[in-house]
């Protein structure tokens, strides 16, 4: 709603502009309102204010009275209800055959009277933060995960183990087996640290749930190098989309072997190539095509 200071000072602008020889419509256009709000603004002596606010009403007929307000807290704070929430008490009020007032309704009452609070004798539910990792630099944060390479025939696979860091999207370290393991992948970070040198630098190493990412030795290898572990969360399918998105680059590069590798020697050789050309030649769009 406009002020009443506005409406006047709208007025004698509209005013001074059609003494000028302005069109009244246009003047109030430049003022985005419209030529009937204007008229009814000056259609008494003076400007007044906006009357909406003091216009009566009429109560509305579904509006609660103060007694089945009473009745909606007596109910609800009665021994039988009084650990019970409104989603639980107005279907069991239905049971009965009593129909006091909606879900919503039982809910707005006990806010209004500051009793909207959690009920029964169970821990008050708390919203946990999804923890977030940032790469200022690189191996701060490192992503891994397993894929499967397709095999010379139907059903059977090679698995391919990858690290890559978060920060440069480089590859750190990959290895390519015929079975998934946790100590696979346990002698792969160790590798792979040895070879960036960071034993005494704190590092991330984020992964999917998996069965070889949780593994015991695998958790064991982390906890003695110092390397904190960190996952997706359940039932989140991009919580490790970087590796995903160079799992993508890889199967659809023009020379991948569509028809699968004959030899795990072969599929190896393949990686070695691609791992190469994705480190030194390949423009990330993550890294602005640099």
Avoid at 40 to 55: H, M, Y
Avoid at 165 to 174: C, F, G, N, Q, T
Wanted: overall charge positive; proline content about 7%; glycine content about 4%.
């Amino acid at each position: 709603m406009i002020s009443l200071p506005d409406r006047r000072h709208a007025v004698e602008l509209i005013e001074e502009a059609v003494a000028a020889g302005a069109r009244q419509r246009k003047a109030c256009k430049i003022l985005a309102i419209s030529a009937r709000t204007y008229q009814r603004w000056t259609q008494e002596v003076t400007v007044v204010s906006d009357r909406r606010p003091e216009a009566l009403r009429p109560v509305p007929a579904n509006k609660l009275s103060t007694p089945e307000r009473e009745e909606i807290l007596k109910v609800a704070n009665s021994p039988v209800f009084c650990s019970l929430p409104p989603s639980q008490i107005v279907p069991a009020l239905a049971d009965q055959g009593c129909y006091l007032a909606s879900e919503s309704t039982f809910y707005r009452v006990l806010r209004e009277a500051e009793q909207q609070h959690h009920r029964g004798r169970s821990e008050v539910p708390r919203r946990r933060v999804p923890s977030t990792h940032c790469a200022a630099g690189p191996n701060q944060v490192w992503c891994w995960d397993i894929t499967w390479l397709p095999g010379p025939v139907r059903g059977l696979f090679y698995y391919l183990y990858l690290i890559m860091d978060l920060y440069s999207r480089k590859i750190i370290a990959w290895e390519i087996h015929e079975y998934e393991a946790s100590d696979r992948a346990a002698q792969l970070i160790h590798k792979a640290c040895l070879s960036e040198g960071i034993a005494t630098q704190p590092l991330v190493l984020h992964s999917d749930n998996g069965s070889p990412m949780k593994g015991a030795s695998m958790l064991e290898m982390l906890r003695q190098l110092g390397v904190t572990s960190s996952f997706s969360r359940p039932r989140v399918s991009n919580d490790n989309a970087y590796v995903e998105s160079l799992f993508r680059t890889c199967k659809y590069r023009p020379d991948y072997p569509i028809n699968g590798f004959t030899t795990l020697d072969e599929a190896r050789v393949w990686v070695l190539s691609f791992s190469r050309w994705y480190n030194t030649e390949h423009k990330h769009s993550g890294l602005k095509f640099t």
